[in-house]
């Protein structure tokens, strides 16, 4: 899985590359600004559960590689927003100087800001057989990255921080900060592949307990993981009192939910047959991932 | 002028009402600022020339609407980060508290976000009769509100802080950072409308000189103006050392230049004979305006 994950990773990263280049001009230190958090050594999962969605319904790359590419724009963008002095005022991600500590924080608010319409002007300007369709995958993405969706969930983050909650509020707002993105990934993937109303409405039950079964795995590491695979300090969410799956649940119950939910997402896609292998395979190394 | 002015901006207050309501749920508080900055008075100029050019151009206002919404919530969120501590620090716009004295800092950064974000779920969301057409329209609004755009300004302007600059890198500062999106805002109209090259040429070359003429009649503002309609003070831009025409090329120069750009824009519209009577008066009004 990690050889085939990494060949995925290089080809997502050419096409980033492609988008997003280095410019001359008066204003290139915000492309610089913009490169430095996008090629910062993410994942790609929300890029790569767009692109293979997509093929498990008969699209073709070409046609889904803009949007993907914008999507993984929008989670970057998050990011470097999250990590401001206020917001989480964090100094290190990944290992690496923050947005703001690397460029300062006028130059960081604007690499977001153009992070998230760098990936409206991607998806707006890619060539389309299909207008309608590419109309309805860009509602998706600004539906799922606005007030009620990822935007949403940091507001209620934010607003949620020293308080107790409960295991559903909890939920609630991770559907809503993570969640809401690694759904639409896979539904635009099965928009854009042209997949009829079962096969997306399949597709969104899996992303939507996947997001779950994720969560769950990355507080089940912050206490669990190594801190030189997470490239971040381990007990980080403890010692902030952050509201955690494993906070509130208690560690082998986190375990219990972190597997429920992973079954939940897999059998979501039997309906696919062999072609969901990748996207099972997938789910299953997600799980039970250490870093 | 004015009323004719005021009985459109009831207009586009009313579509913006229902384009983005109060919300009763657990991040209302979100919807309560980005109404907050969206209702604080602001000229509506930019849906005003979308609508009209539109309308000069034989199209229908229902089609243009969510764009002109679009474009009034993407120059809001500008003005929300571009007040931020870390940016301009300013604590009063139009007489009233700016956004992060209002509701912090970090809500004031998310709502700027959302506001950008709720640009595109409208346009992309609005229902269309022509798909393509719609898709050319958000590519317009996404371009040139980005860092080829409006953000690509900011930086240059940012970066020319406190530096002695020409009268024609003040100009494309401004190209840039106001210029883009006026130039938009007319190109979205013509291109919803139908509106064939050369019409939309002639659309795009008036407003490139109107967006020059307004620019220069602000600085000149801030010189000449009254504070009671002004709403801030006058002299901030002097004392502030900041690059403006009236610094550039004096008082009088710049009333010359001012009225020479708002010339060049009404030529352009020759083309529309009568059909362009408003456009033409409100280039006239807004180059002789005293707020």
């Known amino acids: 899985m990690k050889t085939e994950l990494k060949e995925k990773i290089e080809r997502i990263d050419r096409a980033l590359n492609e988008y997003l280049p280095e410019r001359d001009n008066a204003q290139s230190i915000i492309y610089t600004a913009m490169r430095y958090s996008l090629f910062a050594g993410g994942k790609r999962l929300r890029p790569i ?17 803009p949007f993907a590419c914008a ?74 990255s606005g007030t009620e969706g990822m935007i949403g969930g940091q507001i209620i983050d934010m607003q949620s921080e020293g308080k107790d909650i409960t ?7 991770h559907l809503l900060k993570t969640g809401a993105i690694i759904r639409s990934s896979c539904v635009i993937g099965a928009v854009l592949a042209g997949a009829d109303k079962a096969e997306t409405d399949a597709v969104d039950e899996f992303a939507a307990n996947l997001g779950v079964a994720f969560q769950i795995r990355d507080d089940i590491l912050d206490v669990e993981g190594s801190e030189a695979e997470l490239g971040k300090p381990v007990g ?3 010692k902030s009192d952050k509201n955690t799956y494993v906070k509130l649940a208690g560690l082998e119950k986190s375990k219990e939910l972190a597997l429920l939910y992973s079954q939940k997402a897999k059998k979501a896609l039997e309906c696919f047959g062999e072609k969901a292998d990748f996207l099972l395979r997938l789910t299953d190394y997600l799980t039970a991932r250490t870093s």
């Open 49 to 65: 559960l767009m692109l293979e969605t997509a093929k498990m319904c008969g699209g073709s790359e070409e046609n889904v590689m």
């Open 71 to 144: 999507m993984e724009m929008i989670h970057t963008y998050s990011l470097i927003h999250d990590d401001l002095p206020a917001m989480d005022n964090d100094d290190l991600r990944r290992g690496m100087p923050t947005s703001h500590i690397k460029f300062g924080e006028a130059a960081a608010i604007l690499a977001g800001d153009a992070l998230l319409n760098k990936a409206f002007e991607i998806v707006s300007a890619a060539a389309s057989d299909n207008a309608a369709r590419s109309l309805r995958a860009i509602s998706e993405l600004a539906k799922s």
């Open 167 to 173: 295991l559903d509020e909890l939920r609630h707002l």
């Open 236 to 238: 980080s969410d403890e």
